[in-house]
């Protein structure tokens, strides 16, 4: 199969260095994130490299024969390079795993425009702007209708970083700590979204070929929540996750199954994942779906509670890469810019 990969925009690249083996890392932002995971499974790869001048880069070239799998998942890390693939393969009529127009059309403001009157979702309104000055944003936040608190990100980084809240039109002060740089920032409208406990929690769920898999529930006591950010380090809300996971096939999931279906249908995507909070009453607040989002990555040893959702979900990940026909490429699936 071809493998797409491709160099941001910016053409910026984080490098690491592992003391112990001497090696150097590279670190390319916004790829699927289980890139690395299958360069070393069970499939034989014609890699493909793209930049975001001039196309191809010259490292390797498509087989217009091959299926091809599409690395780029970022819409802002790669909005050229993303339209120099597109292009590449407009003609090829071999499947594409996560189409190229399918990931340029998974933006912050986007994603939530496209998913307005989703039965049982609410995906809060989001513009994406470009500030000259920090109190630019709020005043075009209160442009756009945005309903106070609004929070602000900067496009293309995730990870719970360069994030801030706003609570007024006039609440500029949490913007001078966001290093945007005269970059794109996504502004959307905040939700409470507090259990009657007083904990916050963020489910992520991730769909593989319409597939879903719950990977984790973090519960933390503040609304900006990160797996560093679990209630008393993790421990004190380990039983809860542990049983969310475990009773996810037969409680959960099918009461989320038409919201995640109908996000599935009109992203248009083979592989992605969805953060969002889910009431006990089951309506979804969304804040973010993305095919970058990480789900494979397990950070502690094993054995422990998220062994079988990683293990099940890319085990239906190999199996879908196997039949690229189930692609949603070869079903002739659209996608709405």
């Known amino acids: 199969m071809n493998a797409v990969h491709g160099v941001p925009d910016d053409r910026l690249i984080s490098i690491s ?3 112990k083996h001497e090696n150097v890392g590279y670190t390319y932002p916004g790829t699927a994130s289980f890139m690395m995971f299958m360069l070393r499974g069970p499939f034989s790869w014609n890699r493909v490299w793209f930049g975001p001048r001039d196309g191809e880069t010259g490292a390797g070239r498509l087989d217009p ?6 690395m780029l998942a970022d819409a802002d890390v790669y909005r050229a390079t993303l339209e120099h693939v597109r292009a590449a393969t407009q003609d090829v009529r071999a499947p594409i795993f996560n189409a190229p127009d399918a990931i340029a059309a998974t933006g912050r403001h986007t994603v939530a425009d496209r998913l307005q009157g989703v039965d049982g979702l609410d995906a809060p ?15 075009a936040a209160a442009d756009a209708g945005l309903a106070f608190p609004v929070i602000a990100r900067v496009a293309g980084v995730h990870g719970g970083l360069s994030i801030a809240r706003m609570m007024t039109p006039d609440d500029v002060r949490p913007l001078h700590a966001l290093p945007w740089g005269g970059r794109e920032l996504y502004l959307t409208e905040y939700r409470d979204f507090r259990d009657p406990d007083g904990l916050f929690r963020k489910h992520r769920i991730f769909v593989v070929g319409g597939e ?17 950010r679990r209630a008393g380090g993790g421990a004190a809300t380990r039983d809860e996750e542990a049983g969310r996971l ?5 409680d959960l999931k099918p009461r989320l199954a038409p919201v995640l279906a ?12 969805v953060d969002c909070h889910v009431s006990t009453e089951g309506r979804v607040t969304l804040f973010e779906a993305n095919a ?9 040893p094993s054995p422990n509670i998220w062994d079988a959702p990683i293990r ?13 026909m189930k692609w949603k490429s070869a079903q002739g699936a659209t996608h709405a810019a």
């Open 292 to 300: 970058c989002m990480n789900v494979f990555h397990n950070s502690q």
């Open 125 to 139: 309104r989001t513009i994406r702007t470009r500030p000259g000055a920090p109190e630019d944003a709020p005043r």
């Open 262 to 273: 109908e996000i599935d249908r009109r992203l248009g995507l083979d592989f992605f994942g």
């Open 17 to 19: 260095l592992d003391p």
């Open 65 to 70: 024969a091959l299926p091809t799998v599409n």
């Open 246 to 250: 475990a009773a996810f096939e037969a």
């Open 312 to 324: 099940d979900g890319f085990a239906a990940l190999v199996d879908l890469l196997k039949a690229p």
């Open 212 to 228: 879903t898999f719950l990977r984790h529930v973090i519960v933390g006591d503040s609304w900006l929540l990160h797996a560093q």
